[in-house]
């Protein structure tokens, strides 16, 4: 069984018979890059599921996306959901639609279609998945690519809002997951440990749209951390060395890191750390990158090292 | 755990750190509009997983999602996919991959990324879920909507594969999906029922895109049948006349409905009958149409009842 997305957005064109939409290029460039994603929320749903709050998932996979194709210098045009379960649970789905709606309005992205797929047997219980897929666009020669980076450059960090999408699987194994577990206040929290996990994925459009032009790359710190993630955005012959310390690293990646007994390498492997993305600058531009987005913070440097590796000291 | 996807198509710009792509617009539009969607393939996945084929799902989903945009009148552009599954199978992703690949190179459509989704405890056995998102592009004057769609204008009927990817829930209930049920031969097939449930969905863009400009309208015959999808495609005003016995419906539906003892009126609004597309063009045009297509028949004309009905007589 399928369902037709019933939020539309100005700017869309018609509604056609499918699950999807028209949406008419807006004018002004001149050699126009789509850039497009796809994900999923992975299994931060069934943190969403045991809590029974369904609407942060729906922010989360489209902010998800955002910040994806935001790591090429994109706008978002247009965003379209897949919801898969195994009976409609309608005051569910609408959850999740409100979720992204909002999420959507937020960055001036049309949510132009989406499918609500109705697959018994292969969903059980109250289970569900949730994948999103963006559309953006920029301009070919303002794409976002990292070429010239180069030693000597400063990166700088902007704070995420907690584990993001990414690195639930740990948590859930050190932190439980079960309504008991989830609603446990650990000391030094004002809420419990389930809403603290379902904090929203931070969106960076808004804060990194007027200052795109003095950036040279863009990391977004998800699945891999820091260690997969900053190398892909880096040019040959240069490494990054991120200064712990120079951040407060949320209590929660504390708290998983010593109930769980983590290494500090693996965290940064599997987490953000608090830093949901990372922005590569010439020095001369810091102060007013820093002037312009406050919730900044300089986390290290280019260095002349090759292979693209990534040292935290 | 995520996997990007390792099948890039020329005119794809590099690689983001991301799982999708970036792709510069075709020129000589003047004003271009996308066609996106997003689809699933439902419970095919199931007789998939049963067979243990899963190439033709990953057709299945591409040519879909062609179709689909294809009502409007939209080449495709390019194609992400998302996969899900509990525990990563390299060579079931392989076989589902080629079957998107396969599918997008014939009607030139970017593979430009996609996400596959480790989820264990969503995920059972070797249950998976695969959706599919397409954009495509269409110069706005040139979009088919069926609003010249008049009475006495002809509909054509291009001929399905078989149940496409709908109507599997039925299907799975009348013929069983067990590895038994799915493996008999009934009478007059020279294959197994397993196997022409398996039969790819039809890509008509070929077929299509030489004559779109005497398409006055399309449905794409998809869950709902002919019943559900007709009426979208007509203006205000008309209604449309099937004359079955035009075609020659397949096998595999008189099969089913003969043993699930199904009502002729159900079977038209679960499944295509035979029917994957209808095309709407002036009488004038039919015989160039048939020429052009002479896999297509004359299935029925537009009537002067309001209502927007369709009367299979």
Same mark, same amino acid.
């Given at each position: ?17 499918? @699950?999807?939409?028209? @949406?008419?290029?807006?004018? #002004? ?11 999923? !929320?992975?299994?931060? =749903? ?5 809590? #029974?709050?369904?609407?942060? !998932? ?14 090429? #210098? ?13 009976? +409609?649970? $309608?005051? +569910? ?36 998945? =949730? ?5 953006? %666009? !920029? ?9 010239? %980076?180069?030693?000597?450059? *400063? /990166?700088? #960090? ?11 699987? +740990?948590?859930?194994?050190? +932190?439980?997951?079960?309504?008991? *577990? =989830? $609603? ?7 809420? $419990? ?8 994925? /931070?969106?960076? @459009? ?6 795109? &032009? ?18 892909? &955005? ?18 929660? @990646? ?20 608090? %830093? ?10 810091? $102060?007013?990158?820093?002037? *312009? ?5 300089? %986390?290290?440097?280019?260095? *002349? ?9």
């Amino acid at each position: 069984m399928k369902l037709a997305r019933a939020t539309f957005t100005p700017g869309v064109l018609g509604g056609p018979g499918f @699950f999807g939409g028209m @949406f008419e290029l807006p004018g #002004g460039y001149l050699k126009p890059v789509l850039v497009s994603s796809c994900d999923g !929320v992975g299994t931060k =749903l069934k943190i969403a599921s045991v809590m #029974g709050k369904h609407d942060t !998932v729906g922010m989360d996979i489209v902010n998800h996306s955002v910040d994806d194709i935001l790591t090429c #210098g994109a706008a978002p045009l247009f965003f379209l959901d897949y919801i898969a379960m195994g009976k +409609l649970d $309608s005051a +569910l789905v609408a959850d999740i639609v409100k979720g992204l709606s909002t999420a959507c309005q937020e960055v001036g992205c049309a949510l132009i279609g989406g499918e609500t797929a109705e697959m018994p047997g292969l969903y059980h219980g109250k289970d569900y998945d =949730l994948a999103g897929f963006i559309v953006g %666009i !920029v301009e070919k020669d303002r794409i976002v690519n990292g070429l010239t %980076i180069k030693p000597g450059d *400063a /990166v700088l #960090g902007l704070p995420s809002s907690g584990l993001h999408t990414n690195g639930y699987s +740990l948590a859930r194994r050190v +932190l439980g997951e079960t309504p008991e *577990a =989830l $609603s446990k206040v650990y000391p030094g929290f004002d809420r $419990s440990i389930g809403e603290v996990l379902l904090a929203p994925h /931070v969106s960076y @459009f808004k804060t990194l749209q007027p200052v795109m &032009s003095d950036v040279k790359g863009l990391a977004h710190i998800t699945g891999g951390g820091f260690t997969d993630n900053i190398p892909r &955005s880096l040019p040959e012959g240069v490494s990054v060395r991120i200064n712990t310390g120079t951040w407060d690293v949320p209590p929660v @990646f504390e708290l998983i890191q010593s109930l769980g007994q983590v290494a500090p390498e693996e965290m940064f492997r599997v987490f953000n750390m608090g %830093i949901g993305m990372t922005v590569f600058v010439d020095p001369s531009h810091v $102060s007013t990158m820093l002037a *312009a987005m406050p919730q900044a913070r300089v %986390i290290g440097e280019v260095t *002349a090292e090759a292979g693209r590796k990534v040292e935290i000291v």
